[in-house]
C-alpha cells in the first residue's frame, strides 16, 4: 500500500525550529515531486514548499521564503522540511504530498499533487 507519513511537527515557541520529514512506504520518491502544504483552522490549504524529482528545482511560499529549506535524500525515500525562525502564524496541520512526475519544474499547486499525508501539527506558540 503506498503512504506518506508526515513526522516532526510539534510544539515549539517563536524564534523556535523545526524538522519535519516525509517518509514514502509502497513506492519509490526519488521519481516524485514532493511538497508541503499548510492548513490553520478556518484556513484554505496552502502551499508551502516543493522540490523536483531530482531536487534540482525548488518553490517557496512569500510567507516562508528564507526560513524555510526543503531537501530531499532519495537513499532515505525521505523528503524534509527545515523551519527556523518559526512564527505564530505558521501554526498549522503540515500535509506532505508527491506526484510522479521527471520534468524538473515545481509549482505549489495542490491540484497537480496526487498522494497525500495525513498531516503533522506544528504549533508556534510561547
Known amino acids: 500500500q503506498s503512504q506518506l507519513v508526515e513526522s516532526g511537527g510539534g510544539l515549539v515557541q517563536p524564534g523556535g525550529s523545526l524538522r519535519l520529514s516525509c517518509a514514502a512506504s509502497g513506492f519509490t520518491l526519488a521519481a516524485y515531486r514532493v511538497g508541503w502544504f499548510r492548513q490553520a483552522p478556518g484556513k484554505e490549504r496552502e502551499g508551502v514548499s516543493c522540490i523536483s524529482s531530482s531536487g534540482g528545482a525548488t518553490n517557496y511560499a512569500d510567507s516562508v521564503w528564507g526560513r524555510f529549506t526543503i531537501s530531499r535524500d532519495n537513499t532515505k525515500n525521505t523528503v524534509y522540511l527545515q523551519m527556523n525562525s518559526l512564527k505564530p502564524e505558521d501554526t498549522a496541520v503540515y500535509y506532505c504530498?508527491?506526484?510522479?512526475?521527471?520534468?524538473?519544474?515545481?509549482?505549489?499547486?495542490?491540484?497537480?499533487?496526487?498522494?497525500w499525508g495525513q498531516g503533522t501539527q506544528v504549533t508556534v506558540s510561547s
Open positions: 504530498t508527491a506526484v510522479r512526475a521527471v520534468s524538473d519544474v515545481c509549482r505549489l499547486r495542490k491540484d497537480e499533487f496526487v498522494h
